[in-house]
């Protein structure tokens, strides 16, 4: 059974998972609703089914990921005006949902392009950029993360089946799908996960697209941490964003009040301009040569 803690419930597996996220993001404005579905352990012998019904062997962190926590859900959401929008999403699939993509329609719509259409042997590896996954028996691909919709994260095995442990990448499949690599391990993925805070779109700031304009603006709000996710359990204060709107406003009021000072100084100096304006000025000032 899946349960969801209490607020403010300490449990120390949770926060070795979170890496101590939580507590960030409770104590950030207009943050609420911080929430961790609680998932048990996978067992041993369901890692070992997965991998010999699959012919590939998960990757060490994958595995110990898995006996940690079957899975991961957390979700957080910000109220704007009385309303509660919900914002950030971290999820991992649980063992029995990594599923293989296969050659039909990733996203099961009518006439839906496939992995196989888009297929092009031309786009190969580039000094830049590793070898994209291919479609067909060369690489086996297994989802990790949905993205609500925006794109799949995936295991990637490049050398097919049997798939070494070794071989395994993650990389993005975007909606139009297209490949985009984005780290070497499991583990990589899942501090960048973290680290992120399941912002919108997150993933697509490691591709040439970027993220959307709407997105930026919640990246603008809650940066991601970009620290060592080592120390964030122990040094929780030193990760906190601290962009202080009201201190943001105030360096800006002095930056303009010298501003509109500033001409006005030199105007009563020396001389003043001719006409009707010289008498207004030079009465303000006393001992104004100019006057006759």
């Not at 957080?76 to 039909?104: C, F, R, Y």
């Not at 990733?106 to 992995?115: C, D, F, G, I, R």
């Not at 786009?123 to 291919?134: G, M």
């Not at 009040?257 to 006005?264: A, E, T």
Request: glycine letters at 6%; a neutral charge; one cysteine or more.
């Amino acid at each position: 059974m899946e349960e969801t803690p209490p607020p403010g419930c300490s449990k120390p597996h949770l926060e070795k998972l979170t890496l101590g996220i939580t507590r960030i993001l409770e104590s950030s404005p207009g943050v609420t609703e911080v929430t961790i579905i609680e998932k048990p352990p996978a067992e041993r012998h369901m890692i070992s089914s997965w991998e010999q019904k699959n012919n590939c062997v998960l990757p060490e962190d994958v595995k110990d990921f898995y006996l940690m926590t079957n899975g991961f859900h957390m979700t957080w959401s910000v109220k704007l005006d009385e309303h509660t929008i919900p914002l950030g999403s971290m999820a991992i699939n649980s063992i029995a949902k990594l599923t293989q993509l296969n050659q039909s329609s990733v996203y099961s719509l009518p006439n839906a392009p496939t992995l196989a259409d888009l297929e092009d042997d031309a786009l190969e590896a580039s000094e830049n950029q590793p070898e994209k996954p291919h479609s067909d028996s060369r690489s086996v691909i297994f989802e990790l993360d949905p993205c609500n919709g925006n794109g799949k994260v995936c295991l990637v095995y490049k050398r097919g089946k049997p798939a070494l442990a070794q071989d395994a990448e993650i990389w993005l499949l975007d909606r139009a799908l297209y490949w985009h690599f984005l780290t070497e391990s499991f583990t990589a993925y899942y501090h960048l996960l973290i680290t992120h805070l399941g912002l919108p779109q997150w993933q697509y700031a490691f591709t040439s697209y970027g993220i959307s304009p709407q997105a930026k603006q919640w990246f603008n709000m809650y940066k991601p941490i970009t620290y060592n996710t080592d120390l964030l359990a122990e040094e929780t204060n030193c990760f906190v964003n601290k962009l202080d709107p009201s201190k943001v406003f105030k360096s800006k009021n002095k930056i303009l009040i010298p501003k509109k000072k500033g001409p006005v100084q030199p105007a009563g100096g020396q001389k003043g301009p001719p006409g009707p304006p010289s008498t207004s000025k030079s009465s303000s000032s006393p001992g104004n040569p100019v006057r006759k």
